[in-house]
T-cell receptor, first 110, second 115 residues
Framework: QKEVEQDPGPLSVPEGAIVSLNCTYS??????FMWYRQYSRKGPELLMY????GNKEDGRFTAQVDKSSKYISLFIRDSQPSDSATYLC??????????FGTGTKLQVIP | DTEVTQTPKHLVMGMTNKKSLKCEQH?????MYWYKQKAKKPPELMFV???????INESVPSRFSPECPNSSLLNLHLHALQPEDSALYLC??????????????FGQGTRLTVV
């Protein structure tokens, strides 16, 4: 079993839709939960991070962590064509190593 | 300046060549990282430098040799690579080693093709 599981998609939604991206994990030691956005042929860009359980909101983006279910989510409200990218979840036990999910490719159609 | 700059952007090399990838940041970050990313796969950690000293080597083959000449610069020396080493090589940095979770900046990567 992989430490981090993420549906690769692709996920296609119409502009304005609410997007839900999810990851599950198996390592109970993970304390930091991150979401990265990666445009084609570019490096990943850190969108948000959450420490332990709970929700965090930043503009149109909301990150949720449910440690009891080992499940994390990223919601994007009012999705825009510019949100089209691959979204990678990532997790860490608090040391220097970060474990990434395989990424979900999102396409927002105008 | 919140950039991590990687050069070259693209590199094609033969299996007998020796080449180097370069990464530079001027944010005063004390931790720098090399990742390898194959197509449609997540980044995989290769090396971590903390305060210019190698702190993590994820069992990377010796044909990859990292070097940190100073706190702003990170190199990856390549020698006798195989075609399966073709990938996007990403450099990242964070203020402190423990802040890779909350504040990590990635470069745009070097797309390496080994022929």
């Amino acid at each position: 079993q992989k430490e981090v599981e993420q549906d690769p998609g692709p996920l296609s939604v119409p502009e304005g839709a609410i997007v839900s991206l999810n990851c599950t994990y198996s390592n109970s030691a993970f304390q930091y939960f991150m979401w990265y956005r990666q445009y084609s042929r570019k490096g990943p860009e850190l969108l948000m991070y959450t420490y332990s359980s709970g929700n965090k909101e930043d503009g149109r983006f909301t990150a949720q962590v449910d440690k009891s279910s080992k499940y994390i989510s990223l919601f994007i409200r009012d999705s825009q064509p510019s949100d089209s990218a691959t979204y990678l979840c990532a997790m860490s036990a608090g040391y220097q190593k970060v474990t990434f999910g395989t990424g979900t490719k999102l396409q927002v159609i105008p | 300046d919140t950039e991590v700059t990687q050069t070259p952007k693209h590199l094609v090399m033969g299996m007998t060549n020796k080449k180097s990838l370069k990464c530079e940041q001027h944010m005063g970050h004390r931790a720098m990282y090399w990742y390898k990313q194959k197509a449609k796969k997540p980044p995989e950690l290769m090396f971590v430098y903390s305060y210019e000293k190698l702190s993590i080597n994820e069992s990377v083959p010796s044909r990859f040799s990292p070097e940190c000449p100073n706190s702003s610069l990170l190199n990856l020396h390549l020698h006798a690579l195989q075609p399966e080493d073709s990938a996007l090589y990403l450099c990242a940095s964070s203020q402190e080693p423990g802040q890779v979770n909350t504040e990590a900046f990635f470069g745009q990567g070097t797309r390496l093709t080994v022929v």
